[in-house]
């Protein structure tokens, strides 16, 4: 390009050069054909002059086309043999799920459950399969945790309700739901019991209780310490720590009354200063043998008098009905009578048994009573009272009723 304008600028000085020495002033002799010949060579040489200029032009023209296309031949060589690089492909999900869900069975099946949770996740988050719910179901319940696990086959019940292994799923899920969790009970001091739930674990602090789930209380009882429990809630398969720091318990002072009256306290052979300890109660009395021994007697008795009453008046009434009836049409008289007379007889025998029995119950009740009373009453300081050593009963059976007869030996 710099050529050609300097090929330009030389062309054109070198017209105006010859334009100007071809060009003479006009003479005063000058006649119209030498002014008719000046204007004609004039004119030629502006026409000379213009063709330069538009050659030039031309000229240079053609030289920056053909620097222009040197350049774009020379760029086009210089990229030669490049390798250019492919717009990046854009990534398979389908294959991408896949490749996880291939990892994720290897390393299940080599013990890596983490990992192979990570790589079910992926193929999952990829592309959502109620399958894969169930190996990430499969991978939490290795890992320990069952919530998650029985939320992922919950996941998989819930879309899939007509799957062949749907009875299956569903077992799962209940059995992970029932999976007892583990509570670590400690204390300070330790060797407290452990009760859950109002029951006694047979274990002592420090110590591991399974528990179900739900909600539950956890008591700690330690001898001379003030008992403390705990209510918590125990997730399937989940784990806690309760501890507890036990206060010690109050001993209760001994009550105790100054006498005021030293002198009293001298005369009554008592040192100076001394003090009465609140006296106890007297303890409640005991019960000799002979009035429980009483009360069960009286008890068979009552039971059995109540029988025999019902079979007697249950016979009593047979008896009526088959008087009101007379006999069978195939029964003939005598049998008839000594049916009556049958049913008569029994009735008159439970009678005569309910009778007796009622006897024994009074009897056994009057001893119990007689008897508890001599072996409580209050001791004389000089007098001891004789004390019931046999007491014998007597059933007493007479034809037209019974009762008992009682005899003590002292």
């Keep these: 390009m710099q050529r050609l304008l300097t090929a330009l600028v030389l062309s054109t000085a070198l017209a105006f050069f010859a334009s100007t020495a071809l060009a003479s002033p006009p003479q005063a002799d ?15 040489v502006k026409k000379d002059k213009a063709a330069a200029t538009g050659e030039a032009a031309a000229a240079g023209k053609t030289k920056a086309v053909k620097a222009k296309k040197e350049k774009k031949e020379k760029k086009a060589k210089k990229g030669k043999g490049k390798v250019v690089a492919a717009e990046p492909a854009t990534p398979d999900p389908k294959k991408i799920a896949k490749d996880a869900f291939d ?64 009875k299956e799923i569903n077992d ?36 591991e209780v399974e528990v179900a789930p739900g909600q539950h209380t956890l008591k700690y009882d330690l001898d001379g310490y003030v008992s403390d429990s705990k209510t918590f ?34 005369a009554k052979g008592e040192q100076p200063g001394a003090t ?49 009836q007379g006999p069978n049409a195939e029964e003939a008289q005598a049998d008839y009578l000594g049916r009556l007379d049958d049913i008569k007889s029994k009735g008159k025998a439970y009678a005569i ?8 119950a009074a009897a056994a009740t009057v001893t119990g009573i007689i008897v508890y009373y001599v072996t409580n009453k209050p001791k004389k300081e000089k007098k001891q009272e004789p004390k019931v050593s046999n007491v014998t009963l007597s059933p007493v059976v007479t034809p037209s009723g019974g009762g008992a007869g009682v005899s003590f030996n002292f």
Excluded: H
């Design 30 to 44: 000058e006649t119209k054909p030498a002014k008719a010949e000046k204007v004609k060579k004039d004119k030629k």
């Design 103 to 166: 990892s994720g069975k290897k390393k299940y099946d080599a013990g890596d459950f983490q990992g192979a949770l990570d790589d079910f996740t992926v193929a999952n988050n990829t592309m959502p399969n109620p399958f894969v719910y169930v190996k990430i179901a499969d991978c939490y319940e290795k890992l320990g945790n069952v919530v998650e696990a029985a939320a992922w086959l919950k996941k998989y019940a819930d879309e899939k309700p007509d799957a062949a292994n749907i």
């Design 172 to 207: 799962r899920i209940a059995k992970l739901g029932a999976t007892p969790g583990k509570v670590a009970a400690s204390s300070d001091p330790v060797g407290a019991k452990i009760i859950l739930d109002e029951q006694d674990t047979g274990k002592v602090t420090p110590s």
């Design 233 to 266: 809630e125990m997730m399937p398969g989940g784990s806690q720590e309760l501890t507890v720091t036990l206060a010690k318990a109050e001993t209760p002072e001994m009550i105790s009354e100054e006498y005021p009256e030293e002198e009293g306290k001298a």
């Design 276 to 324: 009465k300890e609140e006296e106890l109660p007297p303890p409640p009395p005991k019960v000799n043998k002979g009035v429980w021994a009483a009360a069960g007697i009286a008890g068979a008795g009552i039971i059995s008098a109540t029988v025999f009453g019902i079979l007697a008046l249950n016979q009593e009434a047979d008896f009526e009905d088959a008087k009101d």
């Design 353 to 360: 048994v309910c009778d007796v029995s009622w006897g024994v």
